[in-house]
């Protein structure tokens, strides 16, 4: 077992925030009159995160990779044209770029990172972002429980690579082996930060990573327990 953690970071989106599947719905009401139930979507969200990570290996643009991740999403509440997903995609960053539409708070975040700062934790953000992370989190009551947030758009490198993770342990002071990070992706945020020294949690909401040799959890809430474990 690695030693036990001092300072944890943690990814923002499908970790402290979730894609708000209403919002989605709206939008793509009043765009296309598709009326697909938030339900359906957020069922098949694991789904396409899956493929969205497995496909960070080999797609070279994030439009590829989005488009993947929005058909999964959309089909599985009735969306039947795959060839009009990108008009979808579209109309939803259109909407995004004015406040991300990750912005769904996890079941208890708040609490959460409460506890995990009333446990003695360290908690700061890296994030994969497009520079509105620390403002929406901000909006949403976040920051106070954070030291900072690290946005790959400000600072100009993003996740898996090795520096961003740098970055944070050394404006930290933390020692990599006694940082965690928590994340949603396999190759993105636990392989990063395992190449960094730092040991590792994947958010698995649908048990579909269980063949991975990492530590799990389903959702943020857990955390706490799981670490006292």
């Known amino acids: 077992m690695p030693p036990a953690p001092t300072h944890i970071f943690l990814d923002a989106g499908n970790t402290l925030v979730h894609l708000d599947f209403h919002r989605v719905a709206d939008i793509l009401a009043k765009e296309f009159s598709f009326h ?40 599985a509440a009735g969306w039947q044209d795959r060839a009009r997903v990108q008009d979808a995609v579209r109309a939803l960053f259109a909407v995004n770029q004015t406040f991300t539409l990750w912005s769904r708070p ?44 690290i946005d790959s758009h400000v600072v ?37 930060a395992r190449g960094a020294g730092m040991d590792a949690v994947l958010m698995d909401p649908a048990g579909l990573h269980s063949e991975r040799k990492c530590r799990r ?13």
Not at 38 to 60: I, K, N, S, T, Y
Not at 136 to 141: E, R
């Open 106 to 149: 996890g079941r208890a975040v708040a609490e959460t990172l409460t506890q995990l700062k009333d446990l003695g934790y360290r908690l700061a953000v890296i994030s994969n972002s497009d520079g509105s992370v620390e403002g929406m989190l901000t909006k949403l009551g976040l920051t106070k429980h954070l030291d900072y947030v």
């Open 156 to 192: 100009g490198v993003e996740k898996p690579h090795r520096r961003i993770f740098d970055m944070a342990i050394e404006r930290s002071g933390a020692a990599a082996e006694r940082s965690l990070y928590v994340g949603d992706m396999f190759h993105i945020d636990v392989v990063g």
């Open 217 to 229: 959890v389903r959702e943020i809430s857990d955390l706490p327990s799981h670490l006292k474990g």
């Open 36 to 75: 697909g139930d938030p339900g359906a979507m957020e069922q098949a969200e694991p789904h396409a995160r899956l493929h969205v990570d497995w496909a960070r290996l080999d797609m070279a643009e994030d439009r590829t990779r989005w488009l993947t991740y929005f058909w999964t999403v959309l089909s």
